[in-house]
């Protein structure tokens, strides 16, 4: 099915041609949506704004079906109402369209996204939620609205406490296989593989400490790593998918989908890292400085005035994050022929980032065709105001956080459900529930925001939760289960009350607003998109019966359309946020 405009853009494209330029069209509570431009029209023009107005208004198709009234208002305002039946046609080809009437792009490219970047040997904390939540978001949306996204998991696996661990399992070879759990499930499985990974971390690094000569072959044993020697990568890799053993529970609980072939971590670029300098420093784009491979950059200094470099090879002869980010963008450009770059990683990087894209520029691996974007975002906070930490004051670890989401969840449905739900529906529940509510609170917060993290809040009916866009969404499907032998028709013919107006104008708005979201790349915009329409619904919900009291015939069908294309909005949006919608609460 072809897509379907919106009433907003059909308004926009008449008054534009019949004014001879570009209005702006915003909704207005005077009426359905304001049209300015007249007055500046009027001015480069020289004429009256008012009587130019009205020519605008004399030069709109008259009987379309589709404004109601226009009316002129202060100097040239246009104030347009829709026509009902006009509301109700557009709801109707919106219904009829798998994708809700959401235009796939019509020139889609290629998005390279790199968010979830969890480290190899260590317990994912609460740091490690936002890039998870926010950049699993984004994935959806940006290919639901056609593009081609390419998923990477820039994960910690490279770096010289390898050399230590590697040593130590190396003199200590059954270390690893203590604490089996044979037979375990996922969850329980992740858990015991982290449990022996912190457990040989800890030993190793008490070794490390206190003696010099395991200290020195732990150092040596990094060379041989960077190297390639074969038993030292062959213990390395055991390191890797113990870790993943676990990323993929803590990300299966959360309800991410991580597959193997993302996860590309900071190793996967190792081979690149010699030539990524060797071409920085034959182009001139980096100097050595004090035995360091640098870059330099006018407008970043010190406090004490002295240029900040982007040191891209230490004057040992390692290799930082630079090295390793820049051999990056050579392959998803060069390789993955990617023209977008999105790098969902909190605000504290973002120096480096501009450090790293102005240098990718220079070396023209990113030109006018490529753009890179940091998309930072703010930090999760305590109800004190810091960060979100233990009593003992240590980072929360992620699947604790989790584990108490979904049991608040579950007492929440427990007492709320009178005893309708059985323990094992009460248990599913809890997850999506619970779930949901952690990604809702952070999702619904604009990026470069700190937010308090609240559970109580969090799973809460009332108020901007994702419970109440939830529990909407539930509504809906009680109605329709009980609408009897009724269904969803669409009946342009009848006046609409007010409250059906407002729900069939906002459900009207669904496909601007994901074409916004994925031009800014803020899903905060879809959360209150989401939001506002459970507030319609529920408003709707109250003001015009459904089931009870029984309206007339065609009512009731039309009054079942906006039930279900609300239904299928919010499953939707609610998909695209990565939140399950449950069809009882």
Known sequence: MASVNSLSATIQQRVADALGADPLLRRSDRADFQANGVLGLAKRNKANPRELAAEVVAALPADDGLIADIEVSGPGF??????????????????????????????PGITVIDYAQPNVAKEMHVGHLRSSVIGDALVKILEFEGETVIRRHHIGDWGTQFGMLIQYLVEHPHELDHDSAGGAGD????????????????????????????????????????AGEPETLAMWQRFVDESKIYFNSVYDKLDIAIRDEDVVGESGYNDMLVETCTLLEKSGVA???????????????????????????????????????LSAIRNRTADLRANT???????????HFKMVFETAKRAGWLTDEVK??????????????????????????????LDEAVERAGAVIEDK???????????????????GA????????????????DLDRMVSLNGDTSVYLQYAYARTQSILRKSGDAKPVAHPELPLAPAE??????????????????????????????????????????????????????????????CDLTACTLRQGMALLGIRTPERL
């Open 341 to 351: 770059l999105l790098y969902v990683v909190d605000f504290r990087q973002a120096l």
């Open 372 to 401: 890179a974007l940091h998309i930072p975002f703010g930090a999760l906070l305590g109800k004190d105001g810091k960060p979100y930490k233990t009593r003992s004051g240590e980072s929360f670890r992620l699947v604790d956080l």
């Open 501 to 562: 107006r407002a729900l069939g104008l906002l459900l009207d708005e669904f496909a601007e607003t994901l074409a916004s979201v994925s031009e800014t790349y803020e899903p905060h915009k879809l959360a209150s998109y989401l939001y506002a329409l459970a507030s319609t619904f529920t408003t709707f919900y109250d003001q015009c019966p459904v089931v009870k009291p029984e309206p007339a015939p065609d009512v009731k069908e039309n009054r079942l359309l906006l």
């Open 417 to 435: 459900s009178g005893g309708l739900l059985t323990p094992e529906e009460i248990a599913d529940r809890a997850k999506e529930v619970g779930i």
């Open 187 to 226: 969850e329980e499985a992740g858990e015991a593989s982290m449990s022996r990974l912190n457990r040989l971390y800890k030993d190793s690094r008490a070794l490390f400490d206190a003696d010099d000569d395991f200290k020195t072959r732990s150092r040596n044993r990094v060379v041989d790593l960077q």
């Open 78 to 107: 246009l104030n347009i109402t829709v026509a009902d039946s006009a509301i109700t046609r557009t709801l109707a080809a919106r219904a009829a369209d798998d994708r809700l009437g959401v235009p796939a792009k019509a020139d």
């Open 438 to 453: 952690i990604k809702y609170a952070d999702l619904s917060t604009s990026l470069g925001r700190d937010y308090v993290f």
């Open 287 to 325: 100097v050595r400085s004090n035995g360091a491979l640098c870059v330099f950059f006018d407008d970043i200094k010190g406090k004490d005035g002295e240029p900040v470099p982007l040191i891209v090879q230490k004057a040992d002869g390692g290799f930082g994050y630079a090295a390793t980010d």
